[in-house]
């Protein structure tokens, strides 16, 4: 591979990742306040995102932090493909494994070399995605805190209960109460922190209490993710694509040959091929690692190694809490991964 050769690809993958965070991200946004909220806070998607839109609007609620992973996606996507590239091209050359053997490999050497790009990307992703439910649950602490008529010189016992009930019936009907809060989490936040919601601040804060290395908080269960998760992912792109290529022309073996691929996919795939196997790709790649995302995602918000979080989702939420907000991560995954495939693909044709 060129030097040239290698600076179109890094175009065309970061080009490809920016266009589907930009269509991923709200929904997004919606999946991570699912995974780290506790069913008593958003029972379902729908009041999730109801919440999100009549509390925050929709740039600074379903747009919150987006900067940074949307940087985040042009690098990673970029590393995905030049890695794979790379990968495949020199196992293609000094080795005689079957091609699927080779896709799989490739696929995951791609998803552990992203890893170590993305943790600190998601890491602050994920903790300006839930900013402001912290901010609006310290309004509500404020709320349940402002003194009532009772404290102030009531000493009547029944309007005294009267007027505490009151109070009571309107702390409960906020979406996020101090005790759901701390009914969710081990160690719930004081009054006291500070809640970011821009990115610089937010890394100064992640470095000031844990160090630099402190952005890479959740790297475990984001290898883990990205490693399997990118083996299946450019595994069932590239499985699909050879076969509409096999139904369209006959042959298995036009694509075999790296250095073919390119310049042919043009004439031999039609671009609903393309979407369709780049969109199944994802959804199948989002399926089967969301329990690993799940975990990864409280790791970072919450503070928790990768054992603390398995056992913390297990024991307040069983088996079903590893897959809070499944639905909408399936729902997004499809035009978005459709588009990085399909920009990606279309892009390299150009070179």
């Known amino acids: 591979m060129t030097l040239q050769t290698a600076l179109w690809e890094i175009i065309c993958g970061s080009l490809a ?62 590393i995905l493909f030049v890695s794979y590239n790379q990968c495949y091209n020199l196992m293609s050359r000094f080795t005689e494994w079957d091609v699927i053997w080779i896709i799989l490999i490739s696929g995951a050497f791609a998803g552990s070399c992203a890893s170590f790009v993305l943790t600190p990307v998601e890491l602050i992703k994920c903790k300006l995605q839930v900013s402001n439910l912290h901010m609006q649950m310290y309004k509500e602490i404020d709320i349940e805190h402002q003194p009532t008529s009772t404290e102030i010189g ?20 906020m979406k996020l109460s101090r005790t759901r809060r701390q009914s969710r989490t081990r160690n719930p936040p004081s009054p006291q922190s500070t809640h970011h919601t821009e990115i610089i601040p937010t890394i100064k804060s992640i470095i000031a209490e844990k160090g630099v290395l402190g952005l890479w908080q959740g790297q475990m269960g984001t290898f883990i ?24 022309t006959g042959s298995w073996d036009i694509l075999d040959n790296p250095s073919n691929e390119a310049n042919e996919t043009e004439l031999i795939i039609h ?73 990606y693909e279309k892009l390299s044709n150009m070179f």
């Open 17 to 78: 990742g920016a266009l589907g965070k930009l269509i991923d991200y709200p929904f997004d946004t919606i999946k991570v306040r699912m995974q780290t909220q506790g069913i008593n806070v958003f029972p379902t998607t729908w009041s999730c995102i109801q919440y999100t839109y009549n509390n925050e609007g929709i740039f600074a609620g379903f747009y919150q932090g987006i900067l940074s992973p949307l940087l985040g996606a042009a690098l990673e996507n970029a």
């Open 154 to 173: 009531e000493d009547d016992d029944e309007d005294e209960e009267e007027e505490t009930e009151e109070l009571e019936e309107d702390v409960s009907t």
């Open 225 to 248: 993710r990205e490693s399997i998760g990118s083996l299946i992912w450019f595994g069932t792109f590239q499985l699909l694509k050879r076969y509409f290529v096999y139904k369209n």
């Open 271 to 343: 671009s609903w091929q393309l979407l369709l196997s780049g969109g199944i790709a994802g959804f199948v790649f989002n399926g089967s690692v969301f329990p690993v995302d799940t975990i990864k995602s409280l790791m970072q918000t919450e503070h928790l190694g990768f054992k603390e979080a398995i056992n913390h989702i297990h024991n307040h939420y069983g088996i079903a809490g590893f897959y809070r907000g499944l639905a909408i991560t399936l729902f997004r995954s499809l035009p978005s991964n459709a588009a990085v495939f399909y920009t």
